[in-house]
């Protein structure tokens, strides 16, 4: 999954990550697996991004929203990120994919 071309997360509900893809903040994967996901957010994404958690685990769908680069995406300003659910066991914990936002780039969304 190194080799995708998104940013690709996987996290309990409350926003502890399990799995990543890719560094974050220059620091190593390990470094970051039980980590919060909001401790590599910029402050401004913290509401959009609990709530995008909470609909998903609440209402089993993906979300989609734009937030500031939050490290994840190298070179961009503006991503778009994906959350969904993973349901196993009668549990429900979270996938988040980023990439950088398509309307960033000029692009039609």
Same mark, same amino acid.
């Given at each position: 999954m190194d080799q995708a071309p998104d940013f690709i997360l996987d996290a309990k509900p409350e926003g502890k990550i399990v799995f990543l893809n890719r560094t974050i903040a220059s620091l190593a994967q390990q470094a970051t697996?039980?980590? #919060?996901? !909001?401790? %590599?957010?910029?402050? &401004?994404? !913290? #509401?959009? +991004?609990r709530s995008g958690l909470r609909k998903v685990i609440e209402g089993g769908e993906a979300v989609t %929203?734009?937030?500031?680069? @939050?490290?994840? +995406?190298? &070179?961009? @300003?503006?991503?778009?990120?994906?959350?969904?659910?993973?349901?196993?066991? &009668?549990?429900?914990?979270?996938?988040?994919?980023?990439?950088? @936002?398509?309307?960033?780039? &000029?692009?039609?969304?």
């Open positions: 697996v039980a980590e #919060s996901i !909001h401790d %590599f957010l910029e402050p &401004g994404d !913290h #509401s959009i +991004v %929203f734009e937030t500031a680069d @939050s490290n994840c +995406v190298r &070179g961009a @300003s503006k991503c778009l990120t994906r959350i969904g659910p993973i349901k196993a066991d &009668g549990k429900v914990d979270v996938t988040l994919t980023t990439k950088e @936002s398509p309307a960033w780039k &000029g692009e039609a969304s």
